[in-house]
């Protein structure tokens, strides 16, 4: 009896110590992720409070916010940094609360599991310990004042201004871990001789795809701080971050993801090093030197354009290396791997090149302005919403291989020399190009009526692809394909004919037909997709060795 407890006794330290010393680490992790805000000497701005003038028009002072007709968001905030954060979250509150909710929603839909995700939540948190530390104060402040006007209904992962400040290495942590398919950008430069009339013209692709819903509202903002130059660029809420942008000396900003291994602390995320570089930089030269002074923990490509220069490079930079890839001539090409004779080199690039679609992206776009001859306006945009493979064969809709991929967050064209942007309006870049004159935009002094500001005079017309029964068949694959993903039952035919020259109709047919035990109809699906251009060569080793395991089953 006495053995009996004994063992007993034995078995109980042998479940408990473990279970105590996980529960002490979690206990541990949750203590050091905690992030103090910043210090604020004058929270005087925490009692302004915004003017309704009616549909969706606010103002606070000179900062205004509203919703165009083009179905864009319009922000403008001005002043010291904690002040232009209340200011951008009490006029966009809803916005940011809508933002963080359609954001928890896709990681839910990702992550079903709810011990899963709290585990991620302390993986991130421990990941992000130090964040704050690789953040300016001026920056840190800015995030708080946005922070005072997110949701309550998510502090259980946090405060309010830890996950805003979180949010912002969202971007670097799913390209980091996963190497996602999130981020797959285009971007390209001309002047001199490469343009028409030698007029810089830069454009983008933004391929940053989370959900329908988290791209559905953008927000143009304008920003005048009190330190350095004023700014331009396409958010959503709760962002200061910048991806695209350009300041009022024609200098224009956007990232490219690049390949990265798994990081092991958190450091500067991309999207303020970006923001940073538009907000003080006029010259390339001072934009290179602001991204020397930053670590960050992921690889990137940061295109940067500069009217005083008259012309564009590309800033490369990995958490320990930092190169600048100048062409030498009058146009730049940009995809998701570096070019540059540092980094172009490295076993991380070379992966990239061959196993991910940013060698052919890259190909097919200067194959386009090659064919296009001298660039403009318009040829830019037409390069941006192309959808054909290299020599100009029919790959399918939505295939990563694509300029356009139609997933994008938002495309936009800059001319730099003359301070206009073109942002593109939904869907994707297919809706017309709305522009705004920054000249125009920075002379004004508040916005007094509820108006549009955008110079209607230089508006593109939307893509007429949107006339067509292709992209009524686009519309079907992609509601099919929604059902396939939610559990429904699909007839994978109608899949397949609504996109036939896609690949991942006959992957999405085939894991259809492996879960329902048709293994023979399974098997011809998966053989069909190997004939069409696959955008990876990871997607293609799943498909092989789908094929492989059917045809060790079947006789």
Known sequence: MH???????????????????????FTYVAYVSRT?????????????QREDHGNGFYTIGNNWFRKSKSGLFELYVEGKPFER?????????????????????QIKKMIPSTFYLHFLKYMIGWFNRNLSRHVTDEYQQEIYGVSQSASGSYNYIGTNYERILNYH???????????????????????????????????????????????????????????????????WGGFIGVVSGMNEKGLTVTINAAKSSIPTGSATPVSLVAREILQYAATIKEAVAIAHQRTMFVSESFLVASAADH????????????????????HILCANHFQGKVLVGTEPNIHQMKESASAYRYKRLRELIKENGKNTLQKTINILRDQKGLRNTDIGMGNEKALNQLIAHHSIVFEPGKLRVWVSTAPWQ??????????????????????????????????????????????????????????????????????????????????????????????????????????????????RKKIEEIQKRIP
Not at 7 to 22: C, K, T
Not at 183 to 189: D, E, H, K, L, Q
Not at 314 to 320: L, N, S
Request: contains cysteine; hydrophobic residues 40%.
């Open 3 to 25: 053995s009996t407890k004994k063992v007993f006794r034995w078995f109980l330290y042998i479940i408990a110590v473990p279970a105590l010393l996980l529960l002490l680490l």
């Open 85 to 105: 954060g209340v200011v951008n979250g009490r006029l966009s509150k809803e916005l940011i609360v809508s933002q963080e909710d359609y954001f928890s929603n």
């Open 169 to 235: 290495a969202a971007h670097d942590i799913g390209h980091a871990l996963q190497n996602m398919a999130l981020v797959g950008c285009t971007s390209f430069g001309t002047w001199d001789g490469a343009s028409a009339d030698s007029t810089m013209i830069i454009g983008r692709n933004f391929d940053f795809y989370v959900s329908d819903d988290f791209a559905k509202n953008k927000i143009i903002l304008f920003e005048n701080p009190a330190q350095g130059y004023k700014f331009m660029s396409v958010t």
């Open 430 to 543: 297919l809706g017309e190009y709305v522009a705004y004159d920054l000249h125009t935009i920075f002379a004004m002094h508040g916005l007094q009526e509820n108006r549009e500001i955008y110079d209607a005079s230089l508006t593109v017309p939307p893509d007429s692809f949107l006339l067509t029964e292709k992209y009524k068949d686009y519309e079907r694959y992609r509601k099919l394909r929604q059902r396939l993903q939610d559990g429904e039952e699909v007839n994978v035919d109608s899949l397949i004919e609504s996109n036939p020259e896609f690949y991942h109709s006959y992957v999405l047919a085939g894991d259809y037909c492996t879960a329902h035990h048709d293994q023979h109809r399974a098997l011809g699906y998966y053989q069909q997709a190997l004939t069409k251009e696959i955008a990876t060569e990871q997607e293609e080793a799943y498909i």
């Open 311 to 330: 012309k564009a490079v590309i800033i490369e930079k990995t958490p320990d290396t930092l190169d600048v890839y100048d062409p030498g001539e009058d």
């Open 36 to 48: 103090a805000p910043p210090v604020v000497n004058d929270t005087g701005s925490l009692q302004w």
